[in-house]
């Protein structure tokens, strides 16, 4: 069981760094942070434009780490508001921003297809499959706090 636990938390945990380091690596060509993709990245899945509370639960991070993330990104030029107002205000990417998104739009396909070759379509569904159940079941877990007694 402990050998199991150990090689669970290893491989999650080293592949949660590479994506770190990837995506520091691809955005550091803009003098950008990896904490920048998400944004970037579902700002230019969106034309319509996304709030900051929006792509706060899109990109499943604290809105207060996203408005700092915007405004970074505001403050170098690769989004924009479209009102004075910030509040429910909705930021779309520049001409920079765009550049950057399609940058991030390469690594991605590079990456997933670096990671996929391998793998069949029935197999690649077979693992997503298990990753969201695994996911599921984790957020399922009681806090420690909340745990019964035993």
Known sequence: MEERFESFVRMI????????RIKSMEMSEFGLKGNHTLCLYYLN???EGLSSNQ???ICEED??????TLNEL????????????KYRARYFLSGSGKEAAANISRA???VL????DFFTEKERKK????????DRQLEEYPAAGNRKAE
């Open 108 to 110: 991605v396909e590079q």
């Open 63 to 68: 809105k207060a780490a996203i408005s700092r």
């Open 13 to 20: 945990t080293n592949i949660h760094r590479s994506i770190n």
């Open 127 to 134: 693992f997503y499959c298990a990753l969201e159940k695994i």
């Open 55 to 57: 792509l706060a639960k």
């Open 45 to 47: 899945q969106h034309s």
């Open 74 to 85: 505001e403050t170098g030029g690769y989004v924009f508001l479209k009102s004075e107002q």
């Open 113 to 116: 297809d670096q990671v996929g």
